[in-house]
Antibody, heavy 120, light 107 residues
Framework: EVQLQQSGPEVGRPGSSVKISCKAS????????MNWVKQRPGQGLEWIGW????????DYAEKFKKKATLTADTSSNTAYIQLSSLTSEDTATYFC?????????????WGQGASVTVSS | DIQMTQSPASLSASLEEIVTITCQAS??????LAWYQQKPGKSPQLLIY???SLADGVPSRFSGSRYGTQYSLKISRLQVEDPGIYYC?????????FGGGTKLELK
């Protein structure tokens, strides 16, 4: 069974950074890309970017290029997203979602979400 | 960026009713469109990809279609487990963009 287990809720001070993890199991980690999607409270979905764990290649939405850094550790089958220079606009739930290698927008498995609260 | 205009923003329908949700793309995206369902407090789930292909395990009452740059998700007979928020997503060119969502409720 494919599973994506995300880390727990985070609270970050304005201006600080947080790092969320997404541990994959039940499939070959390097055969799929990993997407990250943001959802602010009561709002819709927003695509942040994806990482190809096999090559470490990434693609970001322009607005997240200076905000988010995607990495992956193939030894532990874990993908990460680091959010920097936190502001209230970063308060949201962040989902990891496995993307098909040929059609990365096809996200057939999702993590449970990790909430980030930015508060002083 | 490609804009995905989703309608309606919300709708209420009865059990067994036919429900249709649409997304209008701001430019040609071919069949690079997926539909996702999100239930309250849960992660989104893939329903349709390639505009018309049903994802594994998704009931056959869900179907997708395309007419030019307009895409539709149809639920043929609404069931009690179908309420939630539905999103379209274009994967044609970056940044991938979601529609604003359609909140579906049972009448």
């Amino acid at each position: 069974e494919v599973q994506l287990q995300q880390s727990g809720p985070e609270v970050g001070r304005p201006g600080s950074s947080v790092k969320i993890s997404c541990k994959a199991s039940g499939y070959t980690f390097t055969d799929y890309v990993m997407n990250w999607v943001k959802q602010r409270p009561g709002q819709g979905l927003e695509w942040i970017g994806w990482i190809d764990p096999e090559y470490g290649s990434t693609d970001y939405a322009e607005k997240f290029k200076k905000k988010a850094t995607l990495t992956a550790d193939t030894s532990s089958n874990t993908a990460y997203i680091q959010l920097s220079s936190l502001t209230s606009e970063d308060t949201a739930t962040y989902f990891c979602a496995r993307g098909d290698s040929s059609y990365p927008y096809v996200m057939g498995a999702w993590g449970q979400g990790a909430s980030v609260t930015v508060s002083s | 960026d490609i804009q995905m205009t989703q309608s309606p923003a919300s709708l209420s329908a009865s059990l067994e009713e036919i429900v249709t949700i649409t997304c209008q793309a701001s430019q040609d995206i071919g069949n690079w469109l997926a539909w996702y369902q999100q239930k309250p407090g849960k992660s989104p789930q893939l329903l349709i990809y390639g505009a018309t292909s049903l994802a594994d395990g998704v009931p056959s009452r869900f179907s997708g279609s395309r007419y030019g740059t307009q895409y539709s998700l149809k639920i043929s007979r609404l069931q009690v487990e179908d309420p939630g928020i539905y999103y379209c997503l274009q994967g044609y060119s970056g940044p991938w963009t979601f529609g604003g969502g359609t909140k579906l409720e049972l009448k």
